[in-house]
T-cell receptor, first 112, second 112 residues
């Protein structure tokens, strides 16, 4: 029972490069979320999805895009990475409104 | 504007004593609250929740108290153990939303 799996675990990018972070969940959850964690800032919501084919903006969506083509996967894309996007990224899934969110182990991204 | 605040960035407690972690919120529409624990290099894991129809919820050594009039919740850990050393986040959700707003976290250190 893997739960929520994030790939990759670590990545270093140069400014302007692009990349995609993958989140996969095997709990058949409807809702999925992408957060970033920065020192002193807690967890801030980037984008979320309430079902296959749907996405919505969170608190800090600028510079990111997402896609939910399959229920079990939620992809986070950075089209042109900037140093301000250096952070730890967490994916989470939830069965529904008021449901507990289950988190992946995180992706540590550095943009030089 | 931080809707969920954890004003103590860190807390040190002796093993066996009580740990009290505090969380304040500003949005009166929040009606469901969660606490998460996070170890280094891992994702947050769910600890305990409370609905606004209750003022207390208990699970083993962990108790969460909710004071709606003060817009304040607290997590009590009794007795504290060294394995409880982690960062603790509170999170709040409002009626009809799919999202949680997280606090900035409190780092708890339990001294042996």
């Amino acid at each position: 029972n893997a739960g929520v799996t994030q790939t990759p675990k670590f990545r270093v990018l140069k400014t302007g490069q692009s990349m995609t972070l993958l989140c996969a969940q095997d709990m058949n959850h409807e809702y999925m979320y992408w957060y970033r964690q920065d020192p002193g800032m807690g967890l801030r919501l980037i984008h979320y999805s309430v079902g296959e084919g749907t996405t919505a903006k969170g608190e800090v969506p600028d510079g990111y895009n997402v896609s939910r083509l399959k229920k079990q996967n939620f992809l986070l894309g950075l089209e042109s990475a900037a140093p301000s996007q250096t952070s730890v990224y967490f994916c989470a899934s939830s069965p529904g409104t008021y449901g507990i969110q289950y988190f992946g182990a995180g992706t540590r991204l550095s943009v030089l | 504007d931080q809707q969920v605040k954890q004003n103590s960035p860190s807390l040190s407690v002796q093993e066996g004593r009580i740990s009290i972690l505090n969380c304040d919120y500003t949005n009166s529409m929040f009606d469901y609250f969660l606490w998460y624990k996070k170890y280094p290099a891992e994702g947050p894991t769910f600890l305990i929740s409370i609905s606004s129809i209750k003022d207390k919820n208990e699970d083993g050594r962990f108790t969460v108290f909710l004071n709606k009039s003060a817009k304040h919740l607290s997590l009590h850990i009794v007795p504290s153990q060294p394995g409880d050393s982690a960062v603790y986040f509170c999170a709040a959700s409002g009626a009809g939303t799919y999202k949680y707003i997280f606090g900035t976290g409190t780092r708890l250190k339990v001294l042996a």
